[in-house]
């Protein structure tokens, strides 16, 4: 039986009760994740096509959060184009696809990138990751049931495009971040993608990031014009997360294989990259402090 990757995540909530894998097998890696009890703040950051620096953005942004002393999880979620670990220069010895053929533990292919931010990297070029059979989504279902206990922060890198896989994991977040360019193609594809998740999510808080901004009002020019359209066709609002300008040492860092914000904190890419993980801390103070519902849950619940 052949599944898509948005089923994976809805079985794993449903089989993380009785019957599930030992909880021992889903522990996460550190002791302050391990000795956690609150639910992570889910934040899925996607677009609507590749190559608008969808990734950049969800890596250097993570790293940010755990800077300001927050625990971090990392989730690369496309299970085929994985990237995540290049951009932060690293070689995993193992990745999802090691859980799903049962010769690795979720804690052994964790990698802990500093302190306060762990990454569950993909497997990128890894065929078989899109296309799994039912005994391994299980598998990784219940291997990943305790990634959102004891971080304050789930950041999932979603694979580009609208895919069913994407629009599902869409609509179990608390919120998404929307990454776009000013380029008109990207714009489209933006608001497509907003549009699909109003549909399927219809109260979850939509943000946008405009990258790779180079003439100034660019950044203001696309988010108008991307709320303008929300709010005449879907009737409802979206806000503004922030821009990032264009920037010749961010292109240098990703040829490093090294986050900006370590690469070149200073360079105006890092700084708005750190103004946007200020932002997110700041919402994330002020939000009503209620136990949010859990991610998988939600998602479990999402086709019923």
């Not at 794993?12 to 599930?20: K, L, N, R, T, V």
């Not at 290049?86 to 964790?110: C, D, M, N």
């Not at 609509?171 to 933006?190: F, N, S």
């Amino acid at each position: 039986m052949i599944i898509d990757q948005a089923t994976t995540l809805r079985l794993m909530a449903a089989i993380s009760g009785e019957g599930g894998l030992s909880p021992v097998a889903t522990m996460p890696m550190t002791d302050a994740y391990r000795t956690g009890t609150r639910l992570a703040q889910t934040i899925a950051v996607a677009s609507g096509k590749g190559g608008v620096g969808k990734s950049n953005v969800a890596v250097n942004v993570a790293l940010e959060l755990a800077a300001l002393g927050h625990y971090v999880t990392l989730l690369d979620a496309d299970m085929a184009l994985a990237n995540a670990d290049v951009l932060l220069g690293l070689t995993p010895k193992y990745h999802l696809g090691h859980v799903l053929t049962g010769q690795r533990t979720l804690p052994e292919v964790e990698i802990e990138v500093t302190d306060r931010l762990r990454l569950i990297p993909g497997g990128s070029g890894v065929a078989e990751l899109a296309s799994l059979t039912l005994d391994q989504h299980s598998r990784l279902i219940a291997e990943l049931r305790a990634i959102e206990v004891g971080s304050d922060y789930m950041i999932i890198d979603t694979a580009a495009g609208i895919a069913g896989n994407v629009i599902g994991i869409l609509k179990a977040v608390a919120e998404a971040i929307i990454v776009t360019t000013p380029d008109p193609t990207a714009l489209v594809d933006a608001y497509a993608t907003i549009k699909l998740m109003h549909q399927a999510a219809p109260d979850t808080r939509i943000r946008i990031v405009v990258n790779d901004v180079v003439e100034v009002g660019d950044a203001e020019r696309v988010f108008k014009q991307l709320r303008t359209t929300t709010a005449r066709f879907l009737n409802r609002d979206i806000e503004h997360l922030g821009s990032i300008p264009h920037d010749a040492e961010l292109i240098d860092a990703v040829r490093e294989q090294r986050p900006v914000v370590e690469y070149a904190p200073e360079t105006p890419a890092s700084r708005a990259l750190r103004q946007i993980a200020r932002h997110l801390e700041i919402s994330q103070t002020t939000r009503d402090k209620k136990r949010p519902a859990s991610f998988w849950s939600v998602l479990t619940a999402a086709d019923q």
